[in-house]
């Protein structure tokens, strides 16, 4: 670990791959957390006598935790680095998803401040995590690299359905939250041991490594319309990526009659189909950057594709006759959705790079409120009109909204040293 951080080390791997993908695992691991619940709330649904506005509570308390603390964590990292925010906050939200069992028999309420507590942990994966993109990986690659990070959503959201399903099936619904819980105390290991807090930032001057700790301009970091245009996107995005995390078991199960295990495998395959298109989309992102197209207009791209096509295949999803016509469309969706991480996400470095982290903790706050509105409404909804319609077409309308707005407001140019 001696070697220049953006350079090759002595094997020949540059310092930040590591800590890339250290970043990338603790993503994973926190979707692995955070969406066993959406296939073992189905048993924990039977066992524990809820309804499914009650079903709707526990999806989406973790949001009401993870909302408290974004843009706190992204002023934390910003402050202090990334690195020490990240490792305690795995090491904390780790411990919450083993206690999750014991608290769901001891009362619902044990479980929705269990499900608080993990969010509360949770909220600063991706301020901390750009924080350290920002730190260590050159300017050319951030689009691949907040694409990867970003992806680590629908890949560990793949291993948790269809696991989780199986695991509930064969040993019962504690068994997930113990063993992913415990991932996530071995990466705060690997963490500590191998991630370090340095930068290799070649854009920033001795003075300005130096003036780690400057205050954070909220008020015009707030009065720029461009954050506005991020926060907007992430919020659409979100919207839609939580309607899908939380409910798609639920939807297979209960609109095409599928077993609890093919229930959680069906609602892997989007997932999986998102993870590719979204690093595909980054390598054609900084591709595009590097030959001389405005990020403004990659980033207006990229947005519109994601919004406007996942919002099209939501709309014929409604449509849909069979679980296997419903899985190609969701595949379609959600890899349209994916272009966002080459849109909006990797968008505060262009506009703010001194505060990439600080605008990703803004904007994800905003972006968490579907976490804990939209989840809920979404069993609102099915519990008054007994099938998934009205859900997705709130979704596609949102998403229009927010490409529209995207369009108008964004800019690839900087707008706040």
Do not use: E
């Given at each position: 670990m001696s070697s220049e951080p953006g350079q090759p080390g002595r094997d020949g791997w540059p310092r930040y791959y590591t800590v890339v993908l250290l970043l990338f695992a603790a993503v994973f691991i926190s979707y692995l957390d955070r969406t066993n619940i959406s296939v073992a709330a189905i048993a924990m649904k039977d066992e524990l006598g809820w309804t499914e506005t009650d079903k709707g509570l526990v999806l989406s308390s973790f949001f009401i935790g993870y909302l408290l603390l974004m843009a706190v964590s992204g002023a934390l990292a910003n402050r202090y680095g990334g690195w020490l925010v990240l490792g305690i906050a795995v090491l904390w939200w780790s411990i919450w998803t083993m206690l999750t069992p014991p608290a769901a028999m001891v009362s619902l309420a044990a479980l929705l401040a269990a499900r608080i507590a993990l969010g509360l942990g949770e909220a600063a994966v991706f301020p901390a995590s750009i924080n350290m993109i920002g730190r260590w990986v050159p300017l050319e690659r951030r689009s691949r690299a907040t694409a990867l990070l970003v992806s680590a959503i629908s890949l560990g959201t793949v291993f948790s359905l269809p696991v989780t399903g199986w695991l509930v099936r064969d040993y019962g619904w504690h068994l997930p939250f113990y063993l992913f819980g415990a991932l996530g105390v071995v990466w705060c290991v690997a963490w500590f041991a191998l991630a370090r807090n340095g930068r290799a930032d070649v854009e920033a001057p001795a003075q300005e490594r130096a003036d780690e700790r400057r205050a954070i301009p909220w008020g015009r970091l707030l009065a720029t319309p461009a954050v506005w245009a991020i926060i907007v996107a992430h919020f659409s995005n979100n919207w839609a990526l939580y309607l899908t995390?939380?409910?798609?078991?639920?939807?297979?199960?209960?609109?095409?009659?599928?077993?609890?295990?093919?229930?959680?495998?069906?609602?892997?395959?989007?997932?999986?189909?998102?993870?590719?298109?979204?690093?595909?989309?980054?390598?054609?992102?900084?591709?595009?950057?590097?030959?001389?197209?405005?990020?403004?207009?990659?980033?207006?791209?990229?947005?519109?594709?994601?919004?406007?096509?996942?919002?099209?295949?939501?709309?014929?999803?409604?449509?849909?006759?069979?679980?296997?016509?419903?899985?190609?469309?969701?595949?379609?969706?959600?890899?349209?959705?994916?272009?966002?991480?080459?849109?909006?996400?990797?968008?505060?470095?262009?506009?703010?790079?001194?505060?990439?982290?600080?605008?990703?903790?803004?904007?994800?706050?905003?972006a968490t409120l579907p976490g804990v509105v939209g989840v809920y409404i979404t069993g609102w909804l099915v519990d008054r009109t007994g099938t998934f319609v009205a859900p997705f077409l709130l979704t596609a309308g949102i998403s229009l909204f927010g490409a529209v707005f995207y369009l108008v407001f964004a800019s690839g140019e900087r707008q706040v040293d």
């Open positions: 995390i939380a409910w798609l078991p639920s939807y297979f199960k209960t609109t095409f009659g599928v077993s609890l295990a093919n229930a959680g495998l069906l609602s892997a395959a989007p997932w999986l189909v998102s993870f590719i298109c979204a690093n595909l989309a980054g390598a054609w992102a900084d591709r595009m950057l590097k030959a001389g197209r405005s990020a403004g207009f990659v980033r207006r791209l990229m947005q519109t594709i994601a919004l406007v096509g996942g919002a099209v295949f939501l709309l014929l999803l409604t449509r849909a006759p069979t679980a296997t016509v419903a899985v190609v469309l969701l595949c379609f969706s959600t890899g349209a959705y994916a272009f966002c991480m080459s849109g909006f996400a990797p968008n505060c470095f262009d506009i703010a790079p001194k505060h990439a982290d600080v605008i990703w903790g803004i904007s994800n706050t905003a």
